[in-house]
């Protein structure tokens, strides 16, 4: 599986776009991008998913650069309950459904 | 919504004791999945079931070992626990064998083991 790479921990205001980045230069073509949040003390929470083109959903948006080596999640206007800590995922679309978890992004959103 | 459930969310246990894990999902999902959470080294995969008595090896599976009777159950079983296993413990569901699907995460179990 390519390996990602995030930066352990970002700040972000209340009310502001959080850009959360990722970089995944050894991706292969048939491998996805997906993100993942963990709130403390709770299982990790799906946000979205893309192979290729920007992805939108109602938690968040995907863009994928063009030669899909790196990505970056927003979060468009974050709220308190957006800390967390956010991981970034590149896995193969057909090798079972193991999920390989790096250490991700600590994301901190401040008043 | 899918819900997945895990029997305990804090458990303390002696070294040497025989200790079960369980996990639940209600979503008739094929895949189910154990993963334990450990400061700094993120989320590594224990054992994972693709079926019903079916069972794989993830990247760590010493010392533990696991059990799927039913299709919405799957118990994670550490032999004679250990002071090295006190960890947070994560059970996860998904549906479909192949493909892309993201997985359900149930809360956690944080397993101290003194």
């Known amino acids: 599986d390519a390996k990602t790479t995030q930066p352990p921990s970002m700040d972000c205001a209340e009310g502001r776009a959080a850009n959360l980045p990722c970089n995944h230069s050894?991706?292969?073509?048939?491998?996805?991008v997906y993100w993942y949040r963990q709130i403390h003390s709770q299982g990790p929470q799906y946000i979205i998913h893309g192979l290729k083109n920007n992805e939108t959903n109602e938690m968040a948006s995907l863009i994928i650069t063009e030669d899909r080596k790196s990505s970056t999640l927003i979060l468009p206007h974050a709220t308190l309950r957006d800390t967390a800590v956010y991981y970034c995922?590149?896995?193969?679309?057909?090798?079972?459904?193991?999920?390989?978890f790096g250490t991700g992004t600590s994301l901190t959103v401040i008043p | 919504d899918v819900k997945v459930t895990q029997s305990s969310r804090y458990l303390v246990k002696r070294t040497g004791e025989k200790v079960f894990l369980e996990c639940v999902q209600d979503m008739d999902h094929e895949n189910m999945f154990w993963y334990r959470q450990d400061p700094g080294l993120g989320l590594r995969l224990i054992y994972f079931s693709y079926d019903v008595k079916m069972k794989e090896k993830g990247d760590i599976p010493e010392g533990y070992s696991v059990s799927r009777e039913k299709k919405e159950r799957f118990s994670l079983i550490l032999e004679s626990a250990s002071t090295n296993q006190t960890s947070m413990y994560l059970c996860?569901?998904?549906?479909?064998?192949?493909?892309?699907?993201?997985?359900?995460f149930g809360p956690g179990t944080r397993l101290t083991v003194t």
């Open positions: 995922i590149v896995r193969p679309m057909n090798t079972g459904n193991q999920f390989y």
């Open positions: 050894t991706i292969s073509g048939n491998e996805y």
């Open positions: 996860a569901s998904s549906p479909e064998s192949i493909g892309v699907r993201e997985q359900y």
